[in-house]
């Protein structure tokens, strides 16, 4: 039977190519677009017509979230992957410290986009996820999310929001897990992607090498299943929370 998959934050970075990837093997793929003018979801629509649908999608928005349900809704009655990918940088509050004025209004717009969007959509699709037979949310994640392995002087929006990311994941997963669902937590690595704006070329990872590491975990995801959440690396290696 034909997969199907939603990814969010689909235009660019390691939305995109996993968005490319996951058409390569013949799933259908609902792609959350946020930037309504980047090219590039468009050019890949044409050249899988039948496959992809591209879903116009802000994870920070109550109303998109509703209007993007409802379409997926109308097109499937159910999604074997929940892959919340979109997310954006600490900014400026990375270069902060607490001794420094920080920006709660920006803290907070992270922490929307970061930890309550992923939480808003699987809240949202979660029903369509549980009638697959995947029953299977990835939430794209972060080392920074890790407080075992805190290091950080700053970046207090971006860590506070993936640690709160991964708390939601831990949850969702409680609820889940009994009824045949999971829930994997990857940290994709330091990507070459647009997250400070730009296509960073001095990051160690390109987004498609780290697209198909993150695809051979959810293709290995009974491995990982179990009483809480995976928070695995697009290595492999599993990290403390
Ligand atoms: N890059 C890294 O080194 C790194 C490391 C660890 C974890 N991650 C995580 O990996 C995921 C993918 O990031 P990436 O590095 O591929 O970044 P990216 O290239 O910036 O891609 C993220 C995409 O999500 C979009 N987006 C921003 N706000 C959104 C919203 N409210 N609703 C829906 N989409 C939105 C972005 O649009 P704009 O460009 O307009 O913001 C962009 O198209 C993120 O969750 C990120 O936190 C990245």
């Known amino acids: 039977m034909q997969k199907t998959i ?3 934050g689909a235009d660019r970075g390691l939305g995109y190519d996993l968005t490319e990837q996951f058409l390569k093997k013949g799933y259908r793929v609902f792609a959350g677009q946020y930037m ?11 050249q899988h017509k039948n496959l992809l649908d591209l879903v116009p999608l802000d994870v920070s928005s109550d109303d998109s979230v509703t209007s993007a349900v409802a379409y997926v809704k109308s097109k ?12 954006i940088s600490g900014g400026r509050d990375n270069s902060l410290n607490v001794f420094d004025a920080l920006d ?10 970061n930890a309550v969007g992923p939480l808003r959509v699987t809240n949202g699709l979660l029903p369509l996820v549980m009638n697959s037979d995947t029953k299977l949310v990835v939430n794209i994640s972060s080392e920074a999310g890790s407080i075992a392995r805190s290091y950080r002087k700053g970046w207090f929006a971006y860590c506070m929001a993936k640690a709160a990311l991964n708390m939601q994941s831990s949850i969702v997963h409680n609820n889940i ?20 704006g730009r296509k960073n070329l001095e990051a160690k990872t390109p987004t498609d090498v780290a697209a198909n590491q ?22 492999g290696e599993r990290w403390p929370w």
């Open 6 to 8: 939603l990814i969010t």
């Open 36 to 46: 309504l003018d980047w090219p590039e979801l468009k050019d890949l629509q044409q």
């Open 76 to 87: 499937t009655d159910a999604l074997d992957i929940l892959l919340n990918n979109a997310g």
């Open 104 to 113: 709660f209004d920006w803290a907070q717009h992270v922490y929307n986009v």
């Open 177 to 196: 897990y009994p009824l045949g669902g999971q829930v994997l937590v990857v940290h994709p690595g330091f990507l070459q992607s647009y997250i400070t």
């Open 214 to 235: 993150i695809i051979g975990i959810i293709e290995d995801k009974e491995i990982y299943r179990g009483d809480g959440p995976t928070f695995i690396d697009h290595e």
